[in-house]
């Protein structure tokens, strides 16, 4: 396998990275369009892990003006064939470290039926020795009842001064 690359998307990386969400279930399947726009947009938020010029990793993340020491995770997928190889807990590190001294925090939301991403979770607050809490967010009444309730993952204060150790 040839290394992996952690880098800010690109406009031109939106159709790669619609397609590798679109495979990851349970991710919700969202307008190519809305791909553009974080690329464009968000790029300093966001992150894609590449290998072999195949784009193998998507984070989307942005700072809510309502919390500008968080970095909110909206989004993480990681292609198949490249699980269980650290790449989900890099593109973290990658979006954090492109972020403000000021960001100290990471939210996620996470539906009680997605265990592995709550695990990842959980497992990433340990790693950093940061506190780790869980909240509901959002109920069915609210999302519609063809969608799970969605809990808030609260990890945080992280030192980043240990990103560079832990990476």
Known sequence: ???IIFREPLVSDADSIWNLVNSNKP???NS???YVLLCHQFSKTCVVAESDSKIIGFLSGF???KNPDTLFVWQAAVDDEFRNKGIAKELVLKAL?????TVQFVEATVTPSNKASLKFLQNFAS???ADFTKSPLFSTEILGHNHEPEDLIR???IQ???LEVTA
């Open 127 to 129: 790693q950093l020795d």
């Open 27 to 29: 991710l919700d399947e």
């Open 1 to 3: 396998m040839s290394s």
């Open 32 to 34: 190519k369009y809305l």
């Open 63 to 65: 700072i809510s003006p």
């Open 155 to 157: 990890i945080g204060p």
């Open 97 to 101: 470290s492109q972020t403000d001294p």
């Open 160 to 162: 980043k001064s240990l």
